[in-house]
Structures are given as structure tokens and as C-alpha cells.
């Protein structure tokens, strides 16, 4: 129990190498201390719990927020939610454990194990995406943003940033095992260096020594080679630069849906617009909460004139209906251009869907707006502010292989968030961050608009202009159109996660080749 307690810290501080506070070097220390335990298991069943723990640790230390939605906002009671907290996080726990199970199975104690963790780890890390929508968040690429690893992003993506970091891992846990496993020998009597037992331990250091270089070579090449194409010009500038401005609303997540809120929501966001000489203004999700065709004809007007007077295009946050009773999560554009519609196509389970078989919920959690529909799937970029402007909102953003999909048409992407939803906690940051990935990932300026925060303007590089959260303001500034198309525009995660899965079966098939597969010392009575 005591490992699994250190496993457990192990993914509590992981979380810690993610935004808000970017101790990044605790991300490879925790994997390899998490490896190095899958490598000692006696047993498949030992590794898949180490793996449970430490995603235990690291799903409740890092989106543990989402009790506050359940029951700050959601009106769940506080026993309930945390209830359901804890679940949410085992449930997402089950995929380090599934890849601690395979390691262990696949493989005996040695390299080849540690082999495998590198492509086990990146394929259910990645797994997270799949059920009922997915769960990207907190991918373990992540953390390496602010390093040379961000290097790989425009190449693989965030999983390849997360196999880069992985392969690092193993080799720090490959040489803390040797380290324990091979203690100095004792002082011993002098051989002549002629002897036999001289020349035996000559070798056996000379061996120690070959093997230190090269987990030590393994460890940094990821990092040597995110270095040298980090500065890599992938995409080009196209056109000058567009003014923007990207309104913060920091309209309480309480009071949004209050009736009593609504005109002066409304007051407040025309404002705003009017007092801005910005080219392209962006609004956060849902920033009108009511329906499109509901909201008074004059506050469209106001807000359409302003923009026609400016010279202006203006993206607008409100819920959108059909004549076949659907209600979708749209962005509209109002201004110099014609009017276009952006509907959010990947839906947030139990927040703006509800799973089959999960209508019971709705009995307990009390979220306006629940039932959207999605989106068409040929929606095509926006074109207004003289740019194509790539839609994305909220939860989309945590889905690099879904952005892309507006490429190589589009030359910015704009992402319109309301994270007001989980309170002052972990998530804007981390929010952003993915908008940092994506950023990186597709060689295009991101404008993110959000009530609450953290509203930005992401470079095409990574680096970001924001405002502060929780207060309401205007970021103004400017944004560089772009085309042009990244590798990981072009393939996706594909790369990645073939690597990751050549990684897991060359281990196997290495080790059913040869069953010993081990060179570190076996002691099978521990």
C-alpha cells in the first residue's frame, strides 16, 4: 500500500506541472516515477492499481473543478456532487490503470517494460477523447508548453509532446533503477590490473557507463530535437494585421441565466462594442443568454451599425434555433459582412447534452440549456474582418484534431469560451493553455473571448496577450492572418499515436521473442 500511496502523491503533484503554476519538470518526474513502479510490479493486476492511483491523484488534484458546476451552479447537493466527483475521476483513472495493465502483461521487468509504458501512456492518455465526447483535458503534453518539447507540436501534435516527455521519463526511471538495483561496489583489496577479476570489472563499468549515455542520449533527444524546430517558420503571414477586440463580460455564472441580469447583460455588451474602433470584436459563448430570434430586433440593429459605421464585423455568443424545434450553441457574425452562423459541433456531456440512458440526471442537476443539438459537420470558416476566421467553442478547444479540420482555409481561429461554470479554480488556466497547443499545433493566431477569463490573444508561436480573470474589460490589440499548413495540420494525431503504438508492440513483440527481456536484476520474491 505504501507504493500505491506514493503513487497516489506522485499524480497529485503531476497536476502541478500543468497552468496555473507551469512547474513543468514535476510532469517527468512523476512519469518516471510512475514507470519505474509498472517496471518493479510482480504482476499485471499490482501495475493496473499504481496506474489507478496515480490517476486518482492526478484527476482529483486537477479537474476536480468540475464539482463546482454540480453543485455550486448545477444546485447538486454537496454530498451528491462529491460523490460524483469522485466517480468522474476513478472513471478517468481506469485509463492509467488500463495502461498498466498492458505493460506489465505485455512485458517482463527491464527496458522493454519501460519501452512500452512510453507508447501505453501516450495511447490511453489519448483514449480519454473517445467516450461520450471525451475527456482530452489535461493531456499530459500540456505541461511541456513553456519548454523545447513545444517544439514537437507543430510536427505530432500534443500527444507527440507527451511521447517526447515519456521517452524522457523512461530513461530517468531506467537510470534510478540502476542506480538502486547496482549500488558501488564495496572496497575491496587491490587486484593487479592484469587479473581476471580486474578486467571483469573494468567491463562491468564500462558497461554501466555505455548504458548511462544512452538512456541519457534517449532522454534529451526528444528535447534536442523540439529545440532545433521550435523556430521552424511552418506558416506565413498573409495580409496585414487585423485590429480585435475581445470583450470579458465576467457576467457571474449565478446571475447569467437571471432574468432580472438579462438587459443589463445586454446593455453592458452593446457598450462595449460601441466603444471600441476594432476591426473584428469578439464576444464570449453564449454572451446573449436567450435565443437568437427572442433578444429585441433593436439590439441587433444597435449593434450592426456600430459595426457598419467602424467598418467592423462583430461575433456574437447566443443560442440559435431551427424550424425542426433544435437549438443550437452558435457564434453569428454582424457587420460589414453577411451575416454567417457557426454551431458547436463536439457537445459537452451532461452540460449541453445528456447521454443516452443518463436522463435520470436531469432529476438532480439543473443546467440551463442541456439539450442542444450539434452542428453541422461542413461548417465552413467565417469570413469577415477580411480574414477566414476557423469558430471553435469552449470544450472544442481541447480537440487539436478537430480544429484543423478548418484548415489550410482558415488564416485565425477564434475561440468563444464560459468557464464562469467551474468558479475560480484550476480551469481558465488550463483552458488556455490548450489554446496555446492549438496555436502551436496549427501555426495560427488564436482570439479567445470568455466571460470570466482567460480572455487572450494566443500567437502563433504560443505566446499570449491577456487579460486578468474576473474582471470585465476590453483586450484590444492585433492578430496576423496566416496560411500555410503544419505537419501535424496535415496528419493529425495519426503520427503520434503510431509511434506510440509501434513503441507498445515492438516491446511485445521483442519480449515474446525473448522472454527474459530483462536486464536488470530479477527478484521475484519481493
Known sequence: MRSHGISLLAGAAAVTAFAPVDAWPLAPLALALLFAQWHEARSWQIASTLGFAFGLGFFLGGVSWVYVSMHTYGDMAAPLAALATLAFCAGLALFPATAGALVARLTPRGPLRLLAACGAWVLLDAARALPFNGFPW??????????????????LG???????????????????????????????????????????????????ALVTLTALGLASSPWITGALTRNIPWTVAVGQPVSVALIQGNIAQDLKFDPAQYARTLEHYARAIEATQARLVVLPETAVPRMADAVDPAWWTRVRNHALRTGADVLVGVPTGDLAHRYFNSVISLGTSPGQVYSKRHLVPLGEYIPAGFDWILQVLHVPMSAFSPGPDDGPALAVAGERVGVNICYEDAFGSEIIRALPEASLLVNVSNIAWFGDSLAPGQHLQMSRMRALETGRDMLRATNTGMTAIVRSDGTTQALPPFVAGTLEGHAQGREGMTPYARMGNAPAIGLALAFLVLAAALAHRSPSGSTAPRDESR
Open 138 to 155: 489535461l493531456a499530459m503534453g500540456y505541461s511541456q508548453i513553456e519548454t523545447p518539447l513545444a517544439g514537437l507540436a507543430p510536427l
Open 158 to 208: 500534443v500527444h507527440g509532446v507527451a511521447l517526447g516527455l515519456s521517452v524522457g521519463a523512461a530513461a530517468l526511471a531506467w537510470l534510478g533503477l540502476r542506480i538502486r538495483l547496482e549500488p558501488l561496489p564495496q572496497a575491496r583489496p587491490q587486484v593487479p590490473v592484469h587479473s581476471l577479476g580486474g578486467a571483469m570489472r573494468t567491463g562491468n563499468r564500462l558497461r554501466a
